[in-house]
């Protein structure tokens, strides 16, 4: 069987340069593909390398995320652009946040918008993160041209409500194993509803890590806190399967199309 991992941050310097052991581990446990993510723009470089040198695997994407735009650089734009065109890739990971603390939300939008636009006129994958702006960004979504294949709300935590007002623009929906603990049944529930041919699954490495039962491989940073592995996909796919009470084959077999059609033909 194949894993799909829809989201994750390989390049992330809490991998502390272990990721030429990391990835071959993750393709050993079926890892097929990792969609890896960009957050600000120096850590673009780290992404186009690892793509570069393991191409069979990586599917390198650049963006800026909320959490960063404060730092950006006058020639951030162009400087995207130059990543995209290096490299068939997806933009992310790009949002709206207005839930970090003491993160403004001034300027989000902006940068937000400016790479919508950009993933619409390409028609390229995105990834989107959205914690506690769902307005905003259900307004923004319905307003701005959109990339004809859809978008994605990675590690999607907002409500049915919001869920059944973005799949029709085109929203594809990605579970991460974190939603495994027990506390997040809501999140668990609007999953359920989620469009069958929407449905996509995530590690978010080294982020959201599972409960201890889904972790089968563990993995420390430099500090001797936890890290996600990608490798805990296949854990979290079996996780995701009987939560739809489907069996783990048929229910990899689905998400292959899902992430086929989405994140193929960039
Ligand atoms: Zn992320």
């Known amino acids: 069987m194949k894993f799909y991992d829809a989201h994750n941050h390989l390049q992330d310097d809490r991998f502390a340069g272990r990721q030429d052991e990391i990835i071959p581990a993750a393709r050993a446990a079926g890892v097929a593909k990792m969609v890896m993510n960009g957050a600000y723009e120096s850590d673009w470089p780290a992404v186009l390398d690892l793509a570069r040198r393991h191409p069979d695997i990586v599917i390198p994407s650049f963006g800026f995320h909320p959490w960063y735009v404060g730092e950006r650089s006058a020639n951030w734009e162009k400087s995207l652009c130059g990543f995209l065109d290096a490299i068939p890739s997806a ?15 001034d300027g989000q939008e902006e940068v937000f918008v400016a790479q919508l636009r950009i993933a619409a006129e390409r028609n390229l994958p995105v990834s989107i993160h959205c914690l506690q702006a769902w307005g905003h960004l259900v307004e923004i979504l319905e307003r701005e041209p959109r ?16 869920m059944e007002r973005l799949a029709p623009l ?8 974190y939603f495994a603990h027990e506390r997040k049944s809501k999140q668990r529930e609007t999953f359920l509803r989620v469009p069958p041919d929407r449905l996509l699954i995530e590690t978010d490495a080294p982020d959201q890590l599972p409960p201890p039962a889904l972790v089968t491989h ?9 890290l996600n592995h990608p490798a805990n996909l ?23 199309n899902n992430f086929s059609r989405f994140f193929g033909r960039i």
């Open 218 to 226: 563990a993995l420390a940073g430099a500090d001797g806190k936890p």
């Open 234 to 256: 296949r854990a979290i796919y079996k996780f995701a399967a009987d939560l739809f009470g489907e069996p783990l084959e048929q229910f990899t077999g689905r998400v292959e």
């Open 170 to 177: 085109g929203a594809y929906f990605s579970l991460p194993g």
């Open 147 to 162: 990339p004809a294949r859809g978008f994605l709300l990675h590690s999607f935590g907002g409500s049915t409500e919001t």
């Open 91 to 105: 933009v992310g990971e790009i949002g709206l946040d207005r839930w970090k603390p003491d993160l403004p939300y």
